[in-house]
């Protein structure tokens, strides 16, 4: 009872009869500049233009120079005039409790999905820092994916941090869904960033479902809303999922996509005239990424893990472009998703040899490390090969390596497709039943 009044307290105290208001006194480069609001305002804090002409405009407040508040407005500022009302709100205090699993919220903690929401009792500043490094546990125990290919090839352990790096349509939506459905954790943390308004809710009514989201937060900005609110999305998503870490949990955390918070960041960085450098992205873009994977990983003793999935749109699947690039450096592996292999209809369409996991071999017993050896031995060999093979250049028997690896082949391509709701350890004996006929003689594959 003591815990819910609080919380009633604390909505009571957000409460403001009163509002500050300023004037505005020009527009520059998208921003409009008010007076009389640089003794109230902060950055991140809301400002409702009331036009002469035409509906209000809403937007955030970007800079604070002498005298003059910058604002950023949500869309274009046309109809704006010198002398129109600015009234500034407080940004709402951001405090994540427990009865938020289950729910869809926006980047400020209100509710999304129609019903009313509690915030928690404790206030939060979604820009938090990383945990220092000498005060993190290890990495955890490897962790049951739902998918024979991460199971296996490229597993995943308590507070990792992983790339899923791929281009439009070959699947990375849905894999991310299958993780928050299937990996284990004790809750799922999603970021949506920079949305298409329909797909949010095609994402948790048909993507995640109802099984999905007993056990999942979504923090969801669509992409007509501002730069400045897409890019808070990912701090308060993570905030969200420190929350749950610090009560020992441990948190699978999703973030749909790095890519769409860079590219909010660029416009927010143009706009308070930084000049971008890297292929058009700011200098800070990188920092700025690099705070946000620091957030995740291993708690403190007594504490949970975040593993993280940060998904990254590769244009035409250049995987050295600056995003791609910046967290291949950070992350503890990477999972590449190939237009080619989604074309001829396997998903996930993971392309297993140009992925990683760090976790490796730590992760595996010697027995599996050898397995996992193995059959990128063979996927190399094929791949080499391919060409030749398909032209029907390569008779066999001239290396015994590359029959095998084609006797593997497509066995190895179904099993990256399964599915493996069982235990780790059936996926690897799945694996090895793969390699032990594609190793034996003719005669006694018959058998």
């Known amino acids: 009872m003591n815990v819910d009044l609080k919380i009633l307290g604390s909505e009571i105290a957000d409460a403001r009869l009163a509002r500050p208001m300023g004037r505005v006194i020009g527009i520059r480069g998208g921003a409009v500049q008010i007076y009389g609001l640089v003794d109230d305002a902060h950055i991140g804090d809301h400002i409702v233009l009331k036009r002469t002409t035409g509906p209000s405009l809403a937007g955030e407040v970007l800079q604070i120079e002498e005298g003059i508040v910058n604002m950023l407005p949500d869309s274009a500022p046309d109809g704006v005039a010198i002398g129109d009302r600015a009234i500034l709100y407080r940004t709402p205090r951001f405090a994540p409790g427990n009865n938020w699993i289950g729910r869809v919220v926006n980047p400020f903690g209100a509710p999304l999905d129609g019903q009313p ?3 928690g009792r404790d206030s939060l500043d979604v820009m938090g820092s990383a945990l220092p490094a000498v005060e993190r546990m290890p990495l955890g125990e490897r962790v049951g994916t739902g998918l024979s290919v991460l199971n296996t090839m490229l597993p995943i352990v308590q507070g990792q941090r992983v790339g899923l790096f791929a281009g439009s349509g070959v699947g990375k939506s849905s894999l991310l869904a299958q993780l928050a459905r299937n990996m284990a954790a004790d809750v799922v943390v999603i970021a949506l960033i920079g949305e298409r308004g329909r797909e949010v809710n095609d994402f948790v009514d048909r993507v995640l479902g109802p099984e999905g989201m007993q056990r999942t937060v979504v923090v969801a900005a669509t992409s007509d809303q501002s730069a400045l609110t897409r890019r808070r999305c990912a701090w308060s998503a993570m905030t969200v999922a420190e929350h749950f870490r610090d009560q020992g949990m441990n948190v699978l955390f999703l973030a749909d996509s790095v890519t769409r918070f860079a590219e909010a960041h660029r416009e927010i960085a143009v706009a308070g ?59 503890d592996g990477h ?8 074309e001829r209809g396997r998903f996930p369409a ?4 140009k992925s990683v996991s760090r976790s490796l071999p730590d992760a595996a017993s010697d027995t599996e490390n050898a397995t996992i050896l193995e059959v990128r031995r063979l996927l190399g060999a094929y791949e080499q090969s391919e060409v030749m093979i398909k032209a029907g250049l390569y008779a066999e028997g001239a290396d015994p390596v590359l029959d095998q690896a084609i006797r593997a082949w497509g066995d190895l391509d179904a099993f990256f497709a399964r599915p493996e709701p069982a235990e780790i350890s059936n996926s690897f004996d799945k694996l090895n039943l793969i390699l032990r006929r594609s190793a034996g003689t003719a005669d006694q594959r018959k058998r």
Do not use: K, N
Request: one cysteine or more; glycine letters at 10%.
């Open 335 to 342: 999972i590449v998703l190939s237009r080619e292999i989604a």
């Open 273 to 331: 005239g930084e000049a971008p450098a890297l292929r058009g992205y700011p200098p800070s873009v990188t920092p700025l990424i690099t705070a946000l994977c620091e957030r995740a990983g291993p708690g403190r003793i007594g504490q949970g893990h975040i593993t993280a999935v940060f998904s990254v749109l590769v244009a035409g699947s250049d995987m050295d472009e600056p995003i791609a690039d910046i967290l291949r450096g950070v992350l």
């Open 117 to 119: 929401l509690l915030r």
């Open 350 to 353: 993971v392309d297993v040899s």
